[in-house]
Protein backbone atom coordinates (compact mmCIF):
# COMPACT_ATOMS: atom_id res chain seq x y z
CA UNK A 1 0.00 0.00 0.00
CA UNK A 2 1.16 3.74 -1.24
CA UNK A 3 0.54 6.44 1.31
CA UNK A 4 2.73 9.59 1.02
CA UNK A 5 2.35 10.31 4.82
CA UNK A 6 1.96 6.49 5.78
CA UNK A 7 5.53 7.14 7.35
CA UNK A 8 4.61 10.06 9.54
CA UNK A 9 1.16 9.63 10.00
CA UNK A 10 0.31 7.40 13.12
CA UNK A 11 -3.02 5.60 11.79
CA UNK A 12 -1.37 2.33 9.98
CA UNK A 13 2.00 0.52 11.29
CA UNK A 14 1.45 -2.31 9.11
CA UNK A 15 0.82 -0.19 5.22
CA UNK A 16 3.59 -2.60 3.80
CA UNK A 17 2.68 -5.94 4.56
CA UNK A 18 0.18 -7.72 2.73
CA UNK A 19 -2.79 -8.97 4.56
CA UNK A 20 -0.73 -12.83 4.93
CA UNK A 21 1.62 -11.26 6.81
CA UNK A 22 -0.07 -9.30 8.97
CA UNK A 23 -2.23 -11.74 9.70
CA UNK A 24 0.72 -14.01 10.54
CA UNK A 25 2.32 -11.41 13.00
CA UNK A 26 -1.04 -10.83 14.80
CA UNK A 27 -1.26 -14.30 15.45
CA UNK A 28 2.49 -15.17 16.57
CA UNK A 29 2.33 -12.12 19.03
CA UNK A 30 -0.55 -13.32 20.47
CA UNK A 31 0.58 -16.89 20.82
CA UNK A 32 3.54 -14.95 22.24
CA UNK A 33 1.13 -13.34 24.99
CA UNK A 34 -0.50 -16.57 25.71
CA UNK A 35 2.95 -18.48 26.54
CA UNK A 36 4.06 -14.89 28.51
CA UNK A 37 1.22 -15.66 30.57
CA UNK A 38 1.56 -19.51 31.21
CA UNK A 39 -1.80 -19.86 29.03
CA UNK A 40 -1.64 -23.39 26.83
CA UNK A 41 -4.47 -21.87 24.38
CA UNK A 42 -4.59 -22.57 20.42
CA UNK A 43 -4.85 -19.55 18.71
CA UNK A 44 -6.60 -19.59 15.45
CA UNK A 45 -5.73 -18.30 12.12
CA UNK A 46 -6.98 -14.77 12.11
CA UNK A 47 -10.09 -14.21 10.41
CA UNK A 48 -9.32 -11.14 7.83
CA UNK A 49 -11.12 -8.50 6.07
CA UNK A 50 -12.21 -8.55 2.36
CA UNK A 51 -12.43 -4.79 2.62
CA UNK A 52 -9.03 -4.02 3.97
CA UNK A 53 -9.33 0.18 2.75
CA UNK A 54 -12.06 2.70 3.67
CA UNK A 55 -13.50 0.61 6.21
CA UNK A 56 -13.18 2.87 9.41
CA UNK A 57 -16.63 3.90 10.64
CA UNK A 58 -15.73 6.76 12.96
CA UNK A 59 -12.57 9.39 11.89
CA UNK A 60 -11.64 11.88 14.05
CA UNK A 61 -9.09 14.82 12.51
CA UNK A 62 -7.51 17.88 13.62
CA UNK A 63 -6.71 20.63 12.16
CA UNK A 64 -3.70 23.20 11.80
CA UNK A 65 -2.75 26.20 9.80
CA UNK A 66 0.59 26.31 7.09
CA UNK A 67 1.03 29.46 6.07
CA UNK A 68 -2.20 31.14 6.57
CA UNK A 69 -4.05 28.42 5.58
CA UNK A 70 -5.84 25.77 6.82
CA UNK A 71 -5.51 21.79 6.74
CA UNK A 72 -6.90 18.57 8.53
CA UNK A 73 -5.75 15.09 9.47
CA UNK A 74 -4.72 12.71 11.72
CA UNK A 75 -1.99 12.98 14.05
CA UNK A 76 1.27 12.22 13.73
CA UNK A 77 2.64 9.20 15.67
CA UNK A 78 2.92 9.75 19.59
CA UNK A 79 2.36 13.53 19.03
CA UNK A 80 -0.48 16.14 18.66
CA UNK A 81 1.04 17.40 15.45
CA UNK A 82 -1.51 17.32 12.65
CA UNK A 83 -0.31 15.52 9.19
CA UNK A 84 -2.18 16.74 6.31
CA UNK A 85 -4.11 14.57 4.42
CA UNK A 86 -7.33 14.86 2.78
CA UNK A 87 -7.74 11.34 1.05
CA UNK A 88 -7.10 8.51 3.67
CA UNK A 89 -7.46 4.92 2.19
CA UNK A 90 -8.69 3.76 5.58
CA UNK A 91 -11.43 6.35 5.63
CA UNK A 92 -14.82 5.78 3.33
CA UNK A 93 -14.70 8.21 0.41
CA UNK A 94 -17.77 10.18 1.08
CA UNK A 95 -15.88 11.21 4.83
CA UNK A 96 -12.78 12.15 2.84
CA UNK A 97 -15.06 14.72 0.43
CA UNK A 98 -16.90 15.98 3.78
CA UNK A 99 -13.86 16.46 5.87
CA UNK A 100 -12.38 18.44 2.20
CA UNK A 101 -15.33 20.34 2.72
CA UNK A 102 -15.71 21.27 6.21
CA UNK A 103 -11.64 22.70 5.39
CA UNK A 104 -12.90 25.24 2.79
CA UNK A 105 -15.70 26.41 5.06
CA UNK A 106 -13.57 26.72 7.88
CA UNK A 107 -10.77 28.33 6.03
CA UNK A 108 -13.70 30.66 4.59
CA UNK A 109 -15.89 31.52 7.49
CA UNK A 110 -12.72 32.16 9.32
CA UNK A 111 -13.41 29.96 12.46
CA UNK A 112 -10.76 30.27 14.89
CA UNK A 113 -9.01 27.01 15.51
CA UNK A 114 -8.44 25.50 18.90
CA UNK A 115 -4.87 25.82 19.98
CA UNK A 116 -3.28 23.09 23.04
CA UNK A 117 -0.89 25.01 24.02
CA UNK A 118 -2.12 28.49 24.78
CA UNK A 119 -5.58 26.72 25.30
CA UNK A 120 -7.47 29.47 23.32
CA UNK A 121 -9.13 29.10 19.84
CA UNK A 122 -12.70 27.03 19.27
CA UNK A 123 -12.23 24.22 16.77
CA UNK A 124 -10.58 21.22 18.40
CA UNK A 125 -11.65 18.55 16.24
CA UNK A 126 -14.11 17.15 13.98
CA UNK A 127 -15.15 13.63 14.06
CA UNK A 128 -17.45 11.70 11.37
CA UNK A 129 -19.22 8.53 11.84
CA UNK A 130 -20.39 6.84 8.48
CA UNK A 131 -22.79 4.00 8.48
CA UNK A 132 -21.40 1.30 5.69
CA UNK A 133 -25.05 -0.71 4.80
CA UNK A 134 -27.11 2.72 4.74
CA UNK A 135 -24.75 5.52 3.68
CA UNK A 136 -25.94 7.80 6.67
CA UNK A 137 -23.61 10.12 7.98
CA UNK A 138 -23.25 12.03 11.37
CA UNK A 139 -21.02 15.25 11.57
CA UNK A 140 -19.87 16.28 15.08
CA UNK A 141 -17.52 19.37 15.51
CA UNK A 142 -15.80 19.73 18.85
CA UNK A 143 -15.36 23.01 19.92
CA UNK A 144 -13.78 24.49 23.54
CA UNK A 145 -16.60 26.67 24.15
CA UNK A 146 -20.55 26.89 23.76
CA UNK A 147 -20.37 29.59 21.51
CA UNK A 148 -20.12 28.65 18.06
CA UNK A 149 -20.74 31.90 15.64
CA UNK A 150 -20.97 30.29 11.94
CA UNK A 151 -22.19 27.18 13.15
CA UNK A 152 -25.70 27.88 11.02
CA UNK A 153 -23.76 28.62 8.38
CA UNK A 154 -21.57 25.56 8.43
CA UNK A 155 -24.80 23.47 8.95
CA UNK A 156 -26.58 24.69 6.13
CA UNK A 157 -23.54 24.36 3.38
CA UNK A 158 -23.12 20.76 4.53
CA UNK A 159 -25.82 19.53 4.41
CA UNK A 160 -26.90 21.17 1.33
CA UNK A 161 -23.69 19.59 -0.78
CA UNK A 162 -23.94 16.02 0.90
CA UNK A 163 -27.52 14.61 1.31
CA UNK A 164 -25.77 11.66 3.06
CA UNK A 165 -25.48 14.15 6.02
CA UNK A 166 -28.53 12.78 8.57
CA UNK A 167 -27.48 14.51 11.67
CA UNK A 168 -24.87 17.45 12.72
CA UNK A 169 -24.07 18.19 16.66
CA UNK A 170 -21.70 20.00 18.46
CA UNK A 171 -20.05 18.75 21.53
CA UNK A 172 -18.31 21.04 23.99
CA UNK A 173 -14.91 20.26 25.47
CA UNK A 174 -13.48 22.66 27.47
CA UNK A 175 -11.29 20.57 29.66
CA UNK A 176 -7.19 20.18 29.15
CA UNK A 177 -7.47 16.80 28.20
CA UNK A 178 -6.79 14.40 24.70
CA UNK A 179 -9.99 12.85 25.42
CA UNK A 180 -12.11 14.28 21.87
CA UNK A 181 -15.47 14.17 23.17
CA UNK A 182 -16.93 16.02 26.53
CA UNK A 183 -20.63 15.41 28.18
CA UNK A 184 -22.14 18.21 26.39
CA UNK A 185 -23.61 17.97 23.18
CA UNK A 186 -25.42 20.42 20.92
CA UNK A 187 -27.97 19.33 18.64
CA UNK A 188 -27.89 21.28 15.09
CA UNK A 189 -29.27 19.20 12.48
CA UNK A 190 -31.40 16.06 12.72
CA UNK A 191 -32.19 13.83 15.49
CA UNK A 192 -28.49 13.06 16.70
CA UNK A 193 -28.13 9.59 15.56
CA UNK A 194 -27.40 7.51 12.79
CA UNK A 195 -29.06 3.97 12.15
CA UNK A 196 -26.82 1.37 10.29
CA UNK A 197 -27.80 -2.43 9.56
CA UNK A 198 -26.03 -4.97 11.26
CA UNK A 199 -26.52 -8.58 10.90
CA UNK A 200 -29.49 -7.85 9.71
CA UNK A 201 -30.81 -5.56 12.72
CA UNK A 202 -31.51 -1.78 12.43
CA UNK A 203 -28.82 -0.17 15.06
CA UNK A 204 -29.15 3.54 15.87
CA UNK A 205 -26.03 5.11 17.42
CA UNK A 206 -25.81 8.98 18.86
CA UNK A 207 -22.65 10.51 18.93
CA UNK A 208 -20.73 9.86 22.33
CA UNK A 209 -22.21 5.91 22.03
CA UNK A 210 -19.49 3.07 21.04
CA UNK A 211 -20.12 1.07 17.78
CA UNK A 212 -17.40 -1.88 16.00
CA UNK A 213 -15.29 0.21 13.93
CA UNK A 214 -15.22 -2.47 10.63
CA UNK A 215 -18.96 -3.11 10.65
CA UNK A 216 -18.20 -6.02 7.71
CA UNK A 217 -15.89 -7.48 10.55
CA UNK A 218 -17.92 -6.73 13.19
CA UNK A 219 -20.47 -9.47 11.74
CA UNK A 220 -17.90 -11.78 11.64
CA UNK A 221 -17.04 -11.11 15.59
CA UNK A 222 -20.65 -12.20 16.31
CA UNK A 223 -21.33 -14.76 14.58
CA UNK A 224 -18.49 -16.07 16.45
CA UNK A 225 -19.85 -14.94 19.92
CA UNK A 226 -23.15 -16.65 18.71
CA UNK A 227 -21.07 -19.64 17.89
CA UNK A 228 -18.94 -19.94 20.83
CA UNK A 229 -21.76 -19.20 23.10
CA UNK A 230 -23.88 -21.93 21.36
CA UNK A 231 -26.85 -20.56 23.10
CA UNK A 232 -30.15 -22.77 24.08
CA UNK A 233 -33.97 -21.47 24.12
CA UNK A 234 -33.83 -21.28 28.53
CA UNK A 235 -30.82 -19.33 28.89
CA UNK A 236 -30.04 -16.31 29.90
CA UNK A 237 -27.78 -13.67 29.04
CA UNK A 238 -26.12 -10.91 30.67
CA UNK A 239 -24.18 -8.62 28.24
CA UNK A 240 -21.85 -6.25 29.92
CA UNK A 241 -19.85 -3.59 28.28
CA UNK A 242 -22.62 -3.92 26.20
CA UNK A 243 -22.68 -0.45 23.86
CA UNK A 244 -25.66 0.01 21.89
CA UNK A 245 -26.81 -3.37 22.71
CA UNK A 246 -25.63 -4.92 19.40
CA UNK A 247 -23.85 -8.23 20.73
CA UNK A 248 -27.01 -8.84 23.02
CA UNK A 249 -29.71 -7.67 20.72
CA UNK A 250 -28.05 -10.02 17.72
CA UNK A 251 -28.21 -12.93 20.47
CA UNK A 252 -31.54 -12.49 21.67
CA UNK A 253 -33.59 -15.14 19.30
CA UNK A 254 -31.43 -17.74 20.52
CA UNK A 255 -31.89 -17.12 24.79
CA UNK A 256 -34.86 -16.62 26.73
CA UNK A 257 -33.80 -13.51 27.60
CA UNK A 258 -30.97 -10.74 27.07
CA UNK A 259 -29.71 -7.87 29.73
CA UNK A 260 -27.25 -5.38 28.77
CA UNK A 261 -25.30 -3.06 31.18
CA UNK A 262 -23.12 -0.57 30.14
CA UNK A 263 -21.87 2.74 31.74
CA UNK A 264 -22.80 5.17 29.13
CA UNK A 265 -26.88 6.20 29.28
CA UNK A 266 -26.47 7.88 25.94
CA UNK A 267 -25.81 3.97 24.64
CA UNK A 268 -28.37 2.77 27.28
CA UNK A 269 -30.58 5.10 25.41
CA UNK A 270 -29.93 4.00 21.70
CA UNK A 271 -29.70 0.10 23.24
CA UNK A 272 -33.33 0.74 24.17
CA UNK A 273 -33.98 1.87 21.20
CA UNK A 274 -32.56 -0.36 18.79
CA UNK A 275 -34.61 -3.18 20.63
CA UNK A 276 -38.09 -1.48 20.03
CA UNK A 277 -37.27 -1.10 16.51
CA UNK A 278 -35.98 -4.61 16.00
CA UNK A 279 -39.52 -6.02 17.77
CA UNK A 280 -37.09 -7.11 20.51
CA UNK A 281 -39.19 -8.07 23.15
CA UNK A 282 -36.94 -10.32 25.84
CA UNK A 283 -33.91 -7.65 26.01
CA UNK A 284 -33.52 -4.80 28.80
CA UNK A 285 -30.59 -2.67 28.87
CA UNK A 286 -29.59 -1.21 32.08
CA UNK A 287 -26.87 2.22 32.54
CA UNK A 288 -24.47 0.92 35.99
CA UNK A 289 -21.13 -0.18 35.90
CA UNK A 290 -20.91 -3.59 35.39
CA UNK A 291 -19.13 -4.97 38.12
CA UNK A 292 -21.75 -2.96 40.68
CA UNK A 293 -24.42 -4.52 38.85
CA UNK A 294 -23.24 -7.92 39.18
CA UNK A 295 -22.77 -7.22 42.43
CA UNK A 296 -26.30 -5.95 43.05
CA UNK A 297 -27.49 -9.41 41.07
CA UNK A 298 -25.46 -11.42 43.10
CA UNK A 299 -27.35 -9.83 45.92
CA UNK A 300 -31.27 -10.64 44.40
CA UNK A 301 -29.70 -14.23 44.14
CA UNK A 302 -30.10 -13.38 39.92
CA UNK A 303 -29.15 -16.36 37.72
CA UNK A 304 -26.97 -16.02 34.12
CA UNK A 305 -25.92 -19.00 31.92
CA UNK A 306 -24.00 -17.01 29.96
CA UNK A 307 -22.30 -13.12 30.87
CA UNK A 308 -20.63 -11.62 28.09
CA UNK A 309 -17.55 -8.97 28.44
CA UNK A 310 -16.06 -7.00 25.89
CA UNK A 311 -14.30 -4.09 27.86
CA UNK A 312 -12.68 -1.33 26.42
CA UNK A 313 -8.80 -1.08 25.63
CA UNK A 314 -7.85 -1.66 29.16
CA UNK A 315 -9.46 -4.58 29.87
CA UNK A 316 -11.45 -5.46 32.89
CA UNK A 317 -10.64 -5.64 36.74
CA UNK A 318 -10.10 -8.21 39.15
CA UNK A 319 -13.59 -7.08 41.13
CA UNK A 320 -15.36 -7.40 37.90
CA UNK A 321 -13.66 -10.82 37.62
CA UNK A 322 -14.67 -11.49 41.18
CA UNK A 323 -18.20 -10.24 40.55
CA UNK A 324 -19.03 -12.45 37.68
CA UNK A 325 -17.42 -15.98 38.88
CA UNK A 326 -19.06 -15.29 41.80
CA UNK A 327 -22.69 -15.54 39.46
CA UNK A 328 -21.27 -18.79 38.67
CA UNK A 329 -22.29 -18.75 34.77
CA UNK A 330 -21.53 -21.87 32.40
CA UNK A 331 -19.71 -19.88 29.93
CA UNK A 332 -17.98 -16.29 29.99
CA UNK A 333 -17.72 -14.83 26.66
CA UNK A 334 -14.61 -12.70 26.35
CA UNK A 335 -14.48 -10.56 23.57
CA UNK A 336 -11.38 -8.13 23.60
CA UNK A 337 -9.46 -5.36 21.24
CA UNK A 338 -5.99 -5.43 23.09
CA UNK A 339 -4.92 -9.39 23.67
CA UNK A 340 -2.21 -8.13 26.19
CA UNK A 341 -5.11 -6.95 28.49
CA UNK A 342 -7.20 -9.98 27.97
CA UNK A 343 -4.52 -12.66 28.58
CA UNK A 344 -3.70 -10.79 32.33
CA UNK A 345 -7.28 -10.85 32.91
CA UNK A 346 -7.71 -14.67 31.59
CA UNK A 347 -5.01 -15.49 34.29
CA UNK A 348 -7.04 -13.84 36.72
CA UNK A 349 -10.03 -15.83 35.86
CA UNK A 350 -7.99 -18.82 35.89
CA UNK A 351 -7.40 -18.58 39.40
CA UNK A 352 -11.27 -18.35 39.41
CA UNK A 353 -11.50 -22.07 37.69
CA UNK A 354 -12.49 -20.48 34.42
CA UNK A 355 -10.68 -21.45 31.89
CA UNK A 356 -10.44 -21.84 27.79
CA UNK A 357 -8.10 -23.74 25.70
CA UNK A 358 -8.89 -21.71 22.35
CA UNK A 359 -8.74 -18.01 21.41
CA UNK A 360 -10.09 -17.05 17.52
CA UNK A 361 -9.15 -13.35 16.32
CA UNK A 362 -10.87 -11.66 13.94
CA UNK A 363 -9.19 -8.41 11.95
CA UNK A 364 -11.13 -5.54 12.79
CA UNK A 365 -8.04 -3.10 12.19
CA UNK A 366 -6.28 -4.31 8.55
CA UNK A 367 -3.01 -2.14 8.66
CA UNK A 368 -2.95 -0.96 12.07
CA UNK A 369 -1.07 -3.58 14.41
CA UNK A 370 -4.42 -4.19 16.42
CA UNK A 371 -6.48 -7.47 16.56
CA UNK A 372 -9.72 -8.25 18.31
CA UNK A 373 -9.63 -11.52 20.09
CA UNK A 374 -12.66 -13.84 21.56
CA UNK A 375 -13.00 -17.07 23.37
CA UNK A 376 -15.20 -18.44 25.36
CA UNK A 377 -14.35 -19.34 29.40
CA UNK A 378 -16.19 -22.36 31.07
CA UNK A 379 -15.43 -23.58 34.80
CA UNK A 380 -13.07 -26.18 35.34
CA UNK A 381 -12.49 -28.25 38.34
CA UNK A 382 -9.01 -26.24 40.24
CA UNK A 383 -7.54 -29.99 40.42
CA UNK A 384 -7.15 -30.46 36.75
CA UNK A 385 -5.92 -27.05 35.95
CA UNK A 386 -2.78 -27.24 35.90
CA UNK A 387 -1.82 -30.54 33.99
CA UNK A 388 -4.96 -30.71 31.99
CA UNK A 389 -5.42 -26.71 30.88
CA UNK A 390 -1.98 -24.60 31.39
CA UNK A 391 1.26 -25.38 31.61
CA UNK A 392 3.12 -23.60 34.32
C1 LIG B 1 -15.34 -2.00 23.49
S1 LIG B 1 -16.89 -1.24 23.85
C2 LIG B 1 -17.97 -2.60 23.52
C3 LIG B 1 -19.39 -2.23 23.21
C4 LIG B 1 -20.27 -3.33 22.65
N1 LIG B 1 -20.13 -4.56 23.35
C5 LIG B 1 -20.08 -3.51 21.15
O1 LIG B 1 -19.69 -4.59 20.70
O2 LIG B 1 -20.35 -2.55 20.41
C6 LIG B 1 -16.83 -1.08 25.58
C7 LIG B 1 -18.03 -0.41 26.21
O3 LIG B 1 -17.89 -0.50 27.63
C8 LIG B 1 -18.44 0.66 28.23
N2 LIG B 1 -17.90 0.72 29.60
C9 LIG B 1 -16.69 1.18 30.01
N3 LIG B 1 -16.55 0.99 31.34
C10 LIG B 1 -17.69 0.39 31.78
C11 LIG B 1 -18.12 -0.07 33.06
N4 LIG B 1 -17.36 0.06 34.14
N5 LIG B 1 -19.33 -0.63 33.16
C12 LIG B 1 -20.13 -0.76 32.06
N6 LIG B 1 -19.77 -0.34 30.83
C13 LIG B 1 -18.55 0.23 30.67
C14 LIG B 1 -18.02 1.77 27.27
O4 LIG B 1 -18.84 2.91 27.43
C15 LIG B 1 -18.19 1.06 25.91
O5 LIG B 1 -19.49 1.27 25.41
Redesign the pocket.
Known sequence: MKCKVGKICGGCAYLSKSMEEQASIKKAQVEELAQRNHLKLRVGDVLTAKNTTHYRNKVIVGFAKNKGKVYSGLYAAKSHRVVACQNCMMHPDIVNKIIVKIEELVSSMKIELYNEKTRTGLLRHVLIRYAHKTDEVMVVFVTSKKMFPSRRNLVNALVKEFKEIKTIVQNVNPRNTSIVQQDETILLYGDGMITDELCSLKISFSNRS???IHSEQCEVLYDMARKMCDLTKTDTVLD?????G??GLTLASSCKNVTG????PE?IENAKLNAKQNNIKNAKFISM???RYMMEAKKFRNHYDVIIL???RAGTTKDFIEASTSLQPKKILYIS?DPKTMMRDLVMFRQKGYMTNKIELVDMFPFTEHIESICVLTKREIGNVNKKNYKR
Open positions: FYQTYCGVTIVEINADSTDPPC
